[in-house]
């Protein structure tokens, strides 16, 4: 077996005369890396950190930031930003839903650095402000749980 396989990378050797040889990681690297990234989500709730980078989270996932963007933008079909706003909107609508509060103040609580940030993340990926998903869960329940 060469280095580059050993490392879980393959190199396309049949690249065109004059490109660079393109380098994919192993699937089954891949699938690893995707497995630990849906842990580190879902069960420790990384996203919920402000401060959270690729660099920072290739390092919690023991790879390096190349191998974790484009695992994510492969299997999660988002750049890393991407799915933290995803990962942070859920969290969000999560908040609003069942745990009351006041919306303007629950960007804090979902990782989000700003509110002006929470809000262009929220209704890029829901269609609605936080203020509009409110009304409407308050709509259809016709009353709003605290």
Do not use: W
């Amino acid at each position: 077996m060469d280095n580059e396989r050993d490392f879980g990378i393959n190199t396309n050797t049949k690249a065109k005369a004059g490109s660079v040889s393109t380098r994919v990681i192993h699937p089954v690297l891949m699938e690893n890396i995707e497995r630990r990234v849906v842990a580190l989500m879902e069960d420790k709730k990384v996203y919920l950190d402000p401060d959270m980078s690729l660099q920072k989270l290739s390092s919690l996932t023991s790879t390096n930031a190349t191998y974790l963007s484009n695992t994510v933008n492969d299997c999660f079909g988002c750049n890393f930003r991407t799915l933290l706003g995803r990962y942070r909107v859920e969290y969000a609508k999560f908040q609003i839903s069942n745990e009351g509060g006041l919306v303007k103040d629950i960007y804090k609580k979902c990782g989000f650095v700003s509110r002006s940030a929470f809000y262009r993340s929220f209704k890029h990926i829901t269609g609605l402000t936080p203020l509009q998903f409110l009304k409407q869960i308050i709509s259809d329940n016709g009353h709003y749980r605290k």
